[in-house]
């Protein structure tokens, strides 16, 4: 009997040991960091600028008889839940033409290849597009806008309200009827997460036009990534914090740098300046992604 009773107690102990086994590893299992999104970054050339007139993108005299070569990237960001794109290029009329300069000689732009043949390369057609967001809507960011009219428009309210008033006519930096097919408007009042997750978020970073933004983008391998929009065009402005003459509100721009360099460090995010050629270069072009 005595050794029965000690069989036993011998088995419930490594029952016992065995459960508890178990649950420590529950226990670990629940705490470990989820798995990020597959999110997927690809990038596009969407034309390029020659800035003939540096000195449009500073106050003063700072690039005063300077030049320099700009890109125009676009981006198209794959989410297991959706399909964003971000910015579309120059216009599109520019593609098969000579480099086309402004009659005030300060830009000289040209575009090589329409927006619906580039999506073609990752297997993307416009009706796979749910979202469109610009960064702003000045002309070389809307250029091939009206293809995705069926897409969901995610667009700060003051620059919606900008869009559609007085003070945009006549303005050479927007082109209205870029985007005039963009019926499907989803207003933003602040920053918005996308897909709900903290993987894709758009930040409110007004002052280059009224309701300018930013895109953040948390990818599995490449960790926190943000594409700048237009609050520099080039290292030079970030370095020094340079605002361009044709901002739209001085203030908020100031505001706006702060607001994005302290969000930036505050995530370790890999800053793209969506103009600068280095930063281009940086990025693996479509087809191949960044993850």
Same mark, same amino acid.
């Given at each position: 009997?005595?050794?029965?009773?000690?069989?036993?107690?011998?088995?419930?102990?490594?029952?016992?040991?065995?459960?508890?086994?178990?649950?420590?590893?529950?226990?670990?299992?629940?705490?470990?960091?989820?798995?990020?999104?597959?999110?997927?970054?690809?990038?596009?050339?969407?034309?390029?600028?020659?800035?003939?007139?540096?000195?449009?993108?500073?106050?003063?005299?700072?690039?005063?008889?300077?030049?320099?070569?700009?890109?125009?990237?676009?981006?198209?960001?794959?989410?297991?839940?959706?399909?964003?794109?971000? #910015?579309?290029?120059?216009?599109?009329?520019?593609?098969?033409?000579? *480099?086309?300069?402004?009659?005030?000689?300060?830009?000289?732009?040209?575009?090589?290849?329409?927006?619906?043949?580039?999506?073609?390369?990752?297997?993307?057609?416009?009706?796979?597009? #749910?979202?469109?967001?610009?960064?702003?809507?000045?002309?070389? +960011?809307?250029?091939?806008?009206?293809?995705?009219?069926?897409?969901?428009?995610?667009?700060?309210?003051?620059?919606?309200?900008?869009?559609?008033?007085?003070?945009?006519?006549?303005?050479?930096?927007?082109? *209205?009827?870029?985007?005039?097919?963009?019926?499907?408007?989803?207003?933003?009042?602040?920053?918005?997460?996308?897909?709900?997750?903290?993987?894709?978020?758009?930040?409110?970073?007004?002052?280059?036009?009224?309701? +300018?933004?930013?895109?953040?983008? #948390?990818?599995?391998?490449?960790? *926190?990534?943000?594409?700048?929009?237009?609050?520099?065009?080039?290292?030079?402005?970030?370095?020094?914090?340079?605002?361009?003459?044709?901002?739209?509100?001085? #203030?908020?721009?100031?505001?706006?740098?702060?607001?994005?360099?302290?969000?930036?460090?505050?995530?370790?995010?890999?800053?793209?300046?969506?103009?600068?050629?280095?930063?281009?270069?940086?990025?693996?072009?479509?087809?191949?992604?960044?993850?």
């Amino acid at each position: 009997m005595k050794k029965i009773i000690t069989l036993v107690a011998v088995v419930l102990a490594m029952m016992s040991c065995k459960e508890s086994s178990v649950e420590n590893k529950q226990s670990q299992e629940e705490t470990k960091t989820p798995a990020k999104p597959a999110v997927a970054l690809y990038t596009f050339n969407g034309g390029s600028v020659g800035a003939n007139n540096l000195n449009l993108f500073a106050q003063g005299e700072t690039y005063k008889g300077e030049s320099k070569k700009l890109v125009d990237a676009f981006y198209v960001i794959k989410h297991p839940k959706g399909v964003l794109l971000w #910015d579309t290029g120059l216009p599109e009329g520019l593609v098969g033409q000579e *480099p086309y300069t402004t009659p005030d000689g300060a830009f000289t732009i040209s575009r090589k290849d329409s927006i619906l043949n580039q999506l073609a390369s990752i297997g993307v057609k416009k009706e796979d597009i #749910d979202y469109i967001a610009f960064s702003h809507i000045h002309f070389d +960011h809307t250029g091939a806008a009206n293809h995705f009219a069926a897409s969901k428009w995610l667009v700060q309210k003051p620059e919606y309200n900008f869009a559609i008033g007085e003070e945009i006519k006549g303005n050479g930096f927007y082109a *209205p009827d870029s985007f005039k097919e963009l019926t499907n408007v989803i207003e933003l009042s602040g920053d918005r997460d996308v897909f709900g997750d903290g993987s894709v978020i758009i930040k409110s970073m007004p002052g280059h036009t009224p309701g +300018h933004q930013v895109l953040f983008i #948390d990818l599995p391998e490449n960790g *926190p990534t943000l594409l700048s929009g237009d609050m520099y065009h080039f290292q030079e402005n970030r370095d020094g914090k340079v605002i361009p003459v044709f901002n739209h509100d001085l #203030d908020q721009s100031k505001t706006a740098i702060a607001n994005f360099e302290a969000f930036a460090k505050a995530k370790n995010a890999k800053v793209y300046i969506q103009h600068e050629p280095a930063d281009f270069v940086k990025m693996p072009v479509a087809p191949k992604a960044l993850n």
